[in-house]
């Protein structure tokens, strides 16, 4: 299975990124620690596994929508 090279700036950026969603989530709502992260490496597929630059757990609809915004 060939799989997409990761996004380089993204991995540079994650620092920013978390701290940025942990003020609009809250920390209990951002998971960005690499062990806290190995839980969410396979969706099923356990063939391909790979850590996730950072987890969001929203509370609601509202905080789905500033996420992706």
């Known amino acids: 299975m060939h799989m997409p090279e990761p996004d380089r700036q993204a991995i540079a950026d994650?620092?920013?990124l978390a701290a940025s969603l942990t003020q609009l989530l809250g920390t209990e709502c951002v998971i960005a620690d690499p062990v806290a992260l190995r839980p969410y490496e396979s969706d099923g597929l356990t063939?391909?596994?790979q850590?996730?630059?950072l987890v969001?757990?929203?509370r609601?609809?509202?905080e789905v929508a500033t996420v992706l915004r």
């Open 14 to 16: 994650q620092v920013r």
């Open 47 to 49: 063939a391909y596994k």
């Open 51 to 53: 850590p996730p630059l």
């Open 56 to 58: 969001t757990l929203p």
């Open 60 to 62: 609601s609809t509202a």
